[in-house]
Nanobody, 115 residues
Framework: QVQLVESGGGLVQAGGSLRLSCAASTSISKFFTMAWFRQAPGKQRELVAASPITGSPKYADSVKGRFTISRDNDKNMVYLQMNSLKPEDTAVYYC?????????WGQGSQVTVSS
């Protein structure tokens, strides 16, 4: 069973920065994609950023230019650097690992951006 553990969330003022980390219990090199999703209260879970095993990262339009996803395959870690945070970025952020038709999820990390 794959375990993903997020950390780094918290409360920040608008315009501030946070970095989320995701630690995987297994090699992330075998996953097609490592990604970050988020879910705000009353809304559906949405893709924020994805790092495929080959190719360029993908970002939601709402975070382009502000968020950066990165991965360290040697340490089995995935990161989400979030800059210029806005109140609308407030959500629970989830780490995701995709292995063909199987998805693994972390428990989530709360990010709250105050205005």
């Amino acid at each position: 069973q794959v375990q993903l553990v997020e950390s780094g969330g918290g409360l920040v003022q608008a315009g501030g920065s946070l970095r989320l980390s995701c630690a995987a219990s297994t090699s992330i090199s075998k996953f097609f994609t490592m990604a970050w999703f988020r879910q705000a209260p009353g809304k559906q879970r949405e893709l924020v950023a994805a790092s495929p095993i080959t190719g360029s990262p993908k970002y939601a339009d709402s975070v382009k230019g502000r968020f950066t996803i990165s991965r360290d395959n040697d340490k089995n870690m995935v990161y989400l650097q979030m800059n210029s945070l806005k109140p609308e970025d407030t959500a629970v952020y989830y780490c995701n690992a995709n292995e063909n038709t199987i998805d693994f999820w972390g428990q989530g990390s709360q990010v709250t951006v105050s205005s």
